[in-house]
């Protein structure tokens, strides 16, 4: 199983690359119009650039936009070797700046998440596999999977609309509060905690309902298993064969799973942050578009694609690690 | 006292549809040192039994009785109690499934898992003790770091009795531990059992289907059969004699105990119960069964030799009882034959009893007499406790039938096949013209021959020799007897006629489950179908017992000689000079 | 065709009376908006593009719910907006469902290089980040519905194709399979009496199942400004609402906002309860593990 299965994998993960960068490469240049033409810029707090003719010609010929499409390829292949990914039209800022600048708050609010939901998913998945077929298992899972079906950002908007408007909890934009004075690291810890809070909620109950049906499965399907009855008849006591028996082996996919959560948040950050108006690369993604800026949208695109691709392969690689029945 | 004590061991499953008991009143007792075995195919109990003695049924089960550990009753014990008792004085070896042990986890670490949670010491001194007991099942110790994946079946059976030897318990049960294992891990497996037992004393139950690996080992054996314990007692015992009629199917239906027999197995489906049945669980499989053995379950009760049986009848009941009986002819000189002389008969329900002697050895004339067609001078031939002569039982069904020897004879040139197979149905006038054509057609179905009216018309003038004979043993089963004497049925048939008439013949038996005596010159012959031999000589009966014992172990010189006059090729060398068949195994 | 309605018609009974309390309510739910977004001109006063009322008025004797920035009236876009939310979430199950599906079929079928090449395609839109590329893709295509159903269509073919493929490679290995084949069976004959019985009952859940998804994701690329203007869904509401700066400062929020919000969530749970209980019904083995 192994080797071929490590090979397919990688070479899954390579060609799916090469798709992106492929996608990411012609999309623009399909488009109807050019970057310079559409002015109409929705961005909130952002200035709307106008542009001269002369100007227009200049960035055309600055950006290559004029040249065959073959050598506009092999140019930006050259570039991204070099890690070099362009400059933003609209911020007029190297694009790895620009995406360095909001990167951060996406992997802090998608990385919260997912602890958080793998936590209080499994956590629950335990209670409701030891109480199974009890009330408190029907209603956790009626509960949770009707959670589950309601798409997270309309979610987030609820729970600005409770929170943020109508109790005024919390603030209704923003990573750390404008023009703050920090009396300490504590301070400015809280104060983005503050601002973090809702995002994370919101994108912690996408995939809350996914982990924890997963363990819960998991955990029932493994507690039917004969070796956790030859655990019980080694007089060991509930505790140990729960933990050392049960648990050991249910949460084996769900670690694996969370390389792909981590996955999956990173591409639904895009909504929750526009809800919330969290300055991360969703929302910046966002910005792009309406302003058709190329290079700003091909850099955010190829930096997700390919932190969602590393977590997967990261995923596909534990779980072959931890599993003995493959890893040998 | 008993290590192990079962009283009226009861358990109920409860599942969606009700409950469903597995075990229904169960006792038995196990001495230290002892090995128990309990046999049963699925379905019988065997293996709710041995969880149930460990305490590892699931919430949905519940049971009531009493188990008794050295005297302390665990049956209703709380967990955390019971935990003590695991592994420490009861531990259990699981049949090897898929995942009996936890995939991951080494197998040493598992098997040093309760060694650490049961007794205060070192890890380092718990590996070394794991290390010694994987040289005691004969595993090398390189393997205690090795996943359950990376071994064999045969090797991981053994890491399960390592680790149930682990806390050197004084009882040891084993549940079906050799079920997925080739004959040659097997043997090993035994041999290794018994090793150990002789060397630390353990007390064992043994749970399996498998009848030749549970006799190999046990002194004692108890037969479950759907839940219940039908019979008990030492284990050469039951196997030479067995007592209640599932447990001769079991016997007959394991190839490796009597090697030259068909193998034959039990008629019916699975056990009765679930619409309101309360009688015996194997009555409706059962061949002998009377009226009570449907309306209540027997119990069970000891029978001598400390045997125990549960059935209505005792066990298998004794169908036709002969006492010394002596028959004289009176030859033209003056002299006198003494045709039998002093013989006694015994046949069971369901069973064959073979007679075999040379010719005028007094085989037909006694199964005349057996039959109630002559007379004995002297001594009394019962069926079902009825003196036979004058009782006409070829009259009536549920009788004695016989069948002759030459096929020419026993069916009249000009009868027709239905008017021979009718006759006994047409001259004692039992049911209608159609009743009896119908009764005609099933007898012929059953010897398998033709039941189209172009045969049923065809004169028994113009059929072969074994297709009279079958027709003659059609009219003997349309009066459903319950004891069929063959007299050298198959005697005049040429070889593969003979063949095939026997294979049909021993058929109907099994089938149907009548007794039957087997009359024959042909020793080999008998030992394909008998249950049990009698050997006749000049009059006298010289020796009987069970067919494989007289054939291979003969005590007199009279059987012996008979043996000896086997004189064809055969597949094995028999150290008279005749030649074996070369070519049989590699050189 | 006329017996075969009326089979079909008590197939359906049967297995709606199978359903669960929470996949009837489930099935009124669904039934109810579909009766709004077919009757919507009767349902409402206006239609739905054209400036009646003052801006922002709250909701009154003419504007049920009031009236947006526009003056647009707000019940009028609800009702119409069912129309076009119902209408993109169906378009995109039912091509990419029967579309993927019949690829998938095709692919476990035939075998050899077809299938390789469905299944590395499969493959490789599975593990594509599904929704930036759609966000990117939409935006470079342009705000068209079409569009919009195209990109979506093109990110669902792949689960049912898969799914198909799976299904279809299953019933090929049974041995009734081959002696069907041995009698002279065609390969339609084998498609029509065999294959597609089997596998359209999943496709129909997984139908439902992508109705959901394409709900979801058209109103996530309105919601980011990505949806075509002319055809106001729920999604482009939401969008409209947020967009206006005072939003939240503001009560309008009660009544453009949260009308759009609850009928998706409403039509999105309805969805979920039928597929779930749907998958129940037509395969019994599920039952087992639904939390009992």
Redesign the interface.
Known sequence: MNERDRRAIIFRFVITLLVIVAINFLLPRMMPGDPFSTMASDIQGEDVIVMTEAQREYYFHYYGLDLPLHEQFFSYLANLARGDLGRSIHYRMPVNEVILLHLPWTLLIVLSATAISTVAGVILGVVSARNRSKGSDRLMMTGLIAFAEIPSFLLGIILLLIFCVHLQIFPLAGAVTPFAHYTGVLDQVRDIAYHAFLPVLTLSFAQLTGVYLLTRNTLITVSTKDYIRTAHAKGLGDRIVWTRHALRNALLPVVTRTGFVIGMLMGGAVLVESVFNYPGIGLLLRNAVVARDYPLIQGILLVVAISVLLCNLMADRIYLKLDPRVAG | MSVLEVSNLECCYHTDNGAVKAIDGISFGLEAGEIIGVIGESGSGKTTLALSIMRLLDGRASISGTISYNGTNIAHLPEPEMNRFRWKDIAIVFQNSLDVLNPVMTVGNQVIEPLLKHENISVREAEARCADLFRTVGLDPIWMDAYPHQLSGGMRQRVLLAMALSCNPKLLILDEVTSALDAYTRKEIRDLLIGLQKKNGYGMVVVSHDLSFVSSLASRMIVLYAGRVVESGPTTDIINAPRHPYTRGLIHSTPDIFIYRDLWGIPGGEASGGDGYAGCPFGRRCTQSIDICRTSPPLLQPCGDDREVACHRGGIATLLRADDIHFRYTLPAGRVLHAVDGVDVEVREGEVLAIVGQTASGKSTLAHILAGILRPESGTVRFMDREVYGANYGHRFGGIQIVFQDPFSSTSNRFTVLDAVREPLDINGIGTAAERLDMAREALRQVRLPTIDEFLGRYCGALSGGQRQRVALARAMVMKPKLLIADETTSALDVSTAANVLRTLKGIQNRKGFAMIYISHDLSLTLKIADRIAVMDAGRIVETGNAHEVMLHPRDDRTKRLIDARISHCCHDHGDGVPTLTGMGEP | MVPHLQDVIARLRDVISKFSL?GKIGLCGIALIVMVAVFAPFLSAYPPGKITGGSLESPGADHPLGTDELGMDIWSQICYGARMSLFIGLAVACIAGLGGGALGILAGYLGGAADQLVM?TV??IM???????L???S????PNIFNVIFVLVLFSWAKPARIARSQTLTIKNNAYITAARNYGATPFYLLRRHILPEVFPILFVLIIGIT?YAI?AE??LA????GDPTAKSWGMM?HYA??FRSI?FTPY?QWW??PP?AA??VL??C??FVG?DLEQVLDPRIRQ?R??
């Not at chain 3, 593990?127 to 590329?133: H, K, N, R, W």
């Not at chain 3, 919601?223 to 990505?226: E, V």
């Open positions: 929470e590395r493959d490789v593990a594509l980040p599904a929704f930036p590329l966000i990117v893709i935006a470079f295509m342009g959901s979801m109103t996530g919601f980011l400004g990505l939401l947020t967009s939240y929020w906002l949260l919000l998706l969530i999105l749970l969805l979920a779930r593990n939390g009992v």
